[in-house]
Structure formats: structure tokens, C-alpha cells
């Protein structure tokens, strides 16, 4: 496939395809970055009961590739899948603004998880389906959801500062709020977008054959590897919110007067980073091997949680380390979580790839976050000194398990661009 000669797609399918994006991650970035904080302080859970918290929410992950995607492979267009799908996530996220109960929220977010976690993948095959180069298109839609990410996290951080300053830990309730409504608005929104009708081609099951290219290099270690990544990845997003929030109170006045309160507006410098690296790949995706992009972003991983742990040892100021650790979270998720994506679409024949990418989804978005949620919950506990979280013992865990990862890469994966090679 000569992909050079691949015609532009039409503004209105990137402005539906980008809009999709936006509100995608918008929903997943209003509550994520905050649910730590919020459940520890405000609902007084354990770092383990947050853990299984954290955890429940990506069982939608796994069952997802044996009903959405055989759904959206075979039966039922992605669109109206996706449209149903946030409908029913909206009504849910709205009520753990109000739950109170361990056993409550729990029920709650597992059912939430189940109807938004198989999204995150089938929003990806959709846009691949549609898009005639996705070297070159698909970073241009996909960085729209990282806008996304952006706005809702600066938006909570004014919000809390504006309108819950007194109280900013309970004020973490609206962002369940505001998810609801975005996830209404993206129901109504998938209606519009691009008809993707299931293949018509053999009834074979999608899933289970998606399971055969994977037994195969390079998606064989692909899908190893992303269950210890995505434990690490976990690990960043159950900590880092309070973990900021902390050293923000005694840094200058323009963080706050910038990101707002707590650590979610903060946390939006590294969804700036991943603009600017997302609209990178494109550009190096045809000169610059897969393999050495992956190698990258892990190594990303390491050094943004070396940041982290040792942030007080090192000569630069605290705030410009922290700054520097956030900002890899850009080359982190660029150039492991998106380019793995790219591999797993470039890798699975056309009549599978909702599932392949279901099936992507199922490792990185359900099996590591429940083994990184549970795991994150237990070193929280662990590192937990009279009370007080030590930081350092808890970032330098993840910190070792991505250089592992690093060695894991050079030695299994292989030495080659793509698929189309």
C-alpha cells in the first residue's frame, strides 16, 4: 500500500472525527486525575479500598473485546454503539457525585466502566476506518482529545478555586458533574459522525481471531509489555493529583493563579506536551522505526518517575522539576500508548481491527489498570509513614519496573518499521 498517495480527507470528516476525540477524553479527564484526592480525603477510603476503586472501573476493558467489539465488527454501527454506550455512562457518572458508601460507589463505577471503557478503543477503529492515512491523520484527530483533556482539567482547577475554595476536596463531587453532561453531549454527538456499519465479510468470531494475530511478533510483545507499562502508567494517574496538590500549596502564586486548585490543573501541562508530540509523530512515524519510538516513550516513563521520587535531592527547584516530570507524560503517552495503537491497526487484518483494538483496550485500559490500581493502592499503604505518604519509596517502584520494561523492549521486540514494510 503506497500510503504517499493517500488522498486528504474532507474538513467536515476531521472536524466530526476531532470533535468525536474532544469529548472522548473530556469525559475520562473531568473526574480521573481527581478520584484519588477526592475518595481518601473527603470519603475517607483506604489506599486499597481506592485501589479496588480504580480497579473495578476497567472491567469494561475486558469484557469489551467479546461484546463491543464483536458489536461493532459484525452486528451494529460504531456510531450508534458509541451513542448508546455514553447515554447510559452519563446517567451513571452523575450519581458518584452523591455516593457516599463504599459498596455504592464501587457498584457504580463497575457498571460505569463497562459502558465507557470499550469507547476509548472503538473510537480509534472508527477513526482508522474512515481515515485514508493514518500516519499522517490520525495525529491530527487523535491531539483533539487531548484538547479535551486540557480544557475540562483547567476548567475543575478555577472551578474549585472560584466556586469551592473553602473546600476544594468536596467541590472534586462536581467533576462527576460535569463528566455527566459532557457524556450526554457526546451521545447526542456520535449520531453525526461518519456511518461505520459492521463488516459484512465471515461470521467467524471477530475477537477470537483478533486473538490469532496476536500471537504473532510484534504484537506478541506489544500486548506483554503494555500490562506492566500500564501498571506504571496507573501509577500517575492515582498519585500524581495529590501528590502535586501538596507541593503547589507552597509554590508561587501564578501555579495557582494559571492551573486553579489541586493538582488536576497542573496536570494539564503534560495533555500540552502530548499535543505537541502527538503532532510530532507524523512527521517521524515514516523515517523513524516503531521499535525506537516505543523504546522512547518508556524510557520517558523511568525518568518522569525518578522526578518524582527524588524532586527534593535534585539541585533544580522544586516546581521546575515537577514542571519537567509532567511535561514527559507527553513523550510517555505519545510514544508508547499512542504509537502502540498505530502497530495494533498496522498488524490486524481489516475485518478484525475493532476487535484487535478491543482486544489492545483489554490489556492497557482493563487487565494493567486493575493489577496497577491494586498494586498503586498497596505501595500507597506500604509507603504510608505515621500517616504521611513518602513519596519517594512510592514513585521509585514504577520507576524500576519501566527500566525493566526498557531492557524487555530491546531484547523481544523487533527490529522493523511496520507491517506495510
Same mark, same amino acid.
Request: hydrophobic share 50%.
Given at each position: 500500500?503506497?500510503?504517499?498517495?493517500?488522498?486528504?480527507?474532507?474538513?467536515?470528516?476531521?472536524?466530526?472525527?476531532?470533535?468525536?476525540?474532544?469529548?472522548?477524553?473530556?469525559?475520562?479527564?473531568?473526574?480521573?486525575?481527581?478520584?484519588?484526592?477526592?475518595?481518601?480525603?473527603?470519603?475517607?477510603?483506604?489506599?486499597?479500598?481506592?485501589?479496588?476503586?480504580?480497579?473495578?472501573?476497567?472491567?469494561?476493558?475486558?469484557?469489551?473485546?467479546?461484546?463491543?467489539?464483536?458489536? @461493532?465488527?459484525?452486528?451494529?454501527?460504531?456510531?450508534?454503539?458509541?451513542?448508546?454506550?455514553?447515554?447510559?455512562?452519563?446517567?451513571?457518572?452523575?450519581?458518584?457525585?452523591?455516593?457516599?458508601?463504599?459498596?455504592?460507589?464501587?457498584?457504580?463505577?463497575?457498571?460505569?466502566?463497562?459502558?465507557?471503557?470499550?469507547?476509548?478503543?472503538?473510537?480509534?477503529?472508527?477513526?482508522?476506518?474512515?481515515?485514508?492515512?493514518?500516519?499522517?491523520?490520525?495525529?491530527?484527530?487523535?491531539?483533539?482529545?487531548?484538547?479535551?483533556?486540557?480544557?475540562?482539567?483547567?476548567?475543575?482547577?478555577?472551578?474549585?478555586?472560584?466556586?469551592?475554595?473553602?473546600?476544594?476536596?468536596?467541590?472534586?463531587?462536581?467533576?462527576?458533574?460535569?463528566?455527566?453532561?459532557?457524556?450526554?453531549?457526546?451521545?447526542?454527538?456520535?449520531?453525526?459522525?461518519?456511518?461505520?456499519?459492521?463488516?459484512?465479510?465471515?461470521?467467524?468470531?471477530?475477537?477470537?481471531?483478533?486473538?490469532?494475530?496476536?500471537?504473532?511478533?510484534?504484537?506478541?510483545?506489544?500486548?506483554?509489555?503494555?500490562?506492566?507499562?500500564?501498571?506504571?502508567?496507573?501509577?500517575?494517574?492515582?498519585?500524581? !493529583?495529590?501528590?502535586?496538590?501538596?507541593?503547589?500549596?507552597?509554590?508561587?502564586?501564578?501555579?495557582?493563579?494559571?492551573?486553579?486548585?489541586?493538582?488536576?490543573?497542573?496536570? *494539564?501541562?503534560?495533555?500540552? +506536551?502530548?499535543?505537541?508530540?502527538?503532532?510530532?509523530?507524523?512527521?517521524?512515524?515514516? +523515517?523513524?522505526?516503531?521499535?525506537?519510538?516505543?523504546?522512547?516513550?518508556?524510557?520517558?516513563?523511568?525518568?518522569?518517575?525518578?522526578?518524582?521520587?527524588?524532586?527534593? @535531592?535534585?539541585?533544580?527547584?522544586?516546581? @521546575? *522539576?515537577?514542571?519537567?516530570?509532567?511535561?514527559?507524560?507527553?513523550?510517555?503517552?505519545?510514544?508508547?500508548?499512542?504509537?502502540?495503537?498505530?502497530?495494533?491497526? !498496522?498488524?490486524?487484518?481489516?475485518?478484525?481491527?475493532?476487535?484487535?483494538?478491543?482486544?489492545?483496550?483489554?490489556?492497557?485500559?482493563?487487565?494493567?489498570?486493575?493489577?496497577?490500581?491494586?498494586?498503586?493502592?498497596?505501595?500507597?499503604?506500604? *509507603?504510608?509513614?505515621?500517616?504521611?505518604?513518602?513519596?519517594?519509596?512510592?514513585?521509585?517502584?514504577?520507576?524500576?519496573?519501566?527500566?525493566?520494561?526498557?531492557?524487555?523492549?530491546?531484547?523481544?521486540?523487533?527490529?522493523?518499521?511496520?507491517? !506495510?514494510?
Amino acid at each position: 500500500m503506497n500510503t504517499s498517495a493517500a488522498p486528504l480527507p474532507s474538513r467536515n470528516l476531521m472536524v466530526r472525527l476531532s470533535g468525536m476525540m474532544f469529548l472522548q477524553y473530556a469525559i475520562w479527564g473531568a473526574w480521573l486525575p481527581f478520584l484519588w484526592s477526592f475518595l481518601s480525603v473527603h470519603r475517607g477510603m483506604s489506599g486499597t479500598e481506592i485501589g479496588d476503586m480504580f480497579a473495578i472501573g476497567a472491567v469494561g476493558a475486558i469484557v469489551g473485546p467479546f461484546i463491543a467489539g464483536q458489536i @461493532a465488527d459484525r452486528y451494529f454501527s460504531t456510531e450508534k454503539f458509541l451513542a448508546a454506550s455514553h447515554f447510559v455512562g452519563a446517567l451513571l457518572i452523575w450519581q458518584l457525585a452523591t455516593i457516599e458508601s463504599y459498596n455504592g460507589f464501587l457498584l457504580f463505577s463497575g457498571l460505569y466502566g463497562l459502558v465507557y471503557a470499550p469507547t476509548l478503543s472503538l473510537t480509534n477503529s472508527l477513526a482508522f476506518h474512515h481515515l485514508p492515512d493514518r500516519d499522517r491523520d490520525f495525529g491530527r484527530v487523535r491531539l483533539w482529545g487531548t484538547f479535551g483533556w486540557i480544557v475540562v482539567g483547567l476548567l475543575m482547577g478555577h472551578w474549585l478555586a472560584q466556586v469551592h475554595a473553602a473546600d476544594p476536596i468536596a467541590g472534586k463531587a462536581d467533576a462527576f458533574r460535569l463528566s455527566g453532561v459532557l457524556g450526554l453531549g457526546m451521545a447526542v454527538f456520535c449520531l453525526f459522525l461518519p456511518r461505520t456499519p459492521p463488516s459484512k465479510g465471515e461470521q467467524r468470531s471477530a475477537p477470537f481471531a483478533a486473538m490469532g494475530a496476536v500471537r504473532r511478533n510484534p504484537l506478541a510483545t506489544l500486548f506483554l509489555l503494555a500490562i506492566p507499562v500500564s501498571c506504571i502508567h496507573q501509577f500517575y494517574f492515582v498519585h500524581t !493529583e495529590a501528590f502535586l496538590g501538596e507541593k503547589q500549596a507552597s509554590a508561587p502564586a501564578f501555579f495557582q493563579t494559571i492551573f486553579g486548585l489541586g493538582g488536576g490543573g497542573l496536570m *494539564t501541562i503534560g495533555q500540552m +506536551t502530548e499535543l505537541l508530540v502527538i503532532g510530532a509523530i507524523p512527521l517521524v512515524a515514516k +523515517t523513524v522505526s516503531r521499535k525506537h519510538l516505543l523504546a522512547l516513550g518508556l524510557v520517558a516513563y523511568a525518568l518522569r518517575m525518578a522526578l518524582f521520587a527524588y524532586v527534593d @535531592a535534585l539541585p533544580l527547584p522544586t516546581m @521546575a *522539576t515537577l514542571v519537567i516530570g509532567i511535561g514527559l507524560h507527553g513523550v510517555c503517552f505519545g510514544c508508547f500508548i499512542f504509537v502502540a495503537f498505530m502497530v495494533v491497526d !498496522e498488524e490486524s487484518g481489516a475485518d478484525i481491527r475493532a476487535s484487535a483494538q478491543s482486544l489492545f483496550n483489554l490489556v492497557i485500559i482493563g487487565c494493567g489498570v486493575i493489577v496497577g490500581s491494586k498494586i498503586a493502592g498497596w505501595v500507597s499503604d506500604w *509507603t504510608m509513614v505515621d500517616g504521611v505518604q513518602d513519596y519517594q519509596r512510592l514513585f521509585s517502584v514504577p520507576m524500576w519496573g519501566a527500566l525493566a520494561c526498557v531492557v524487555a523492549l530491546v531484547v523481544f521486540y523487533p527490529s522493523r518499521r511496520s507491517a !506495510e514494510d
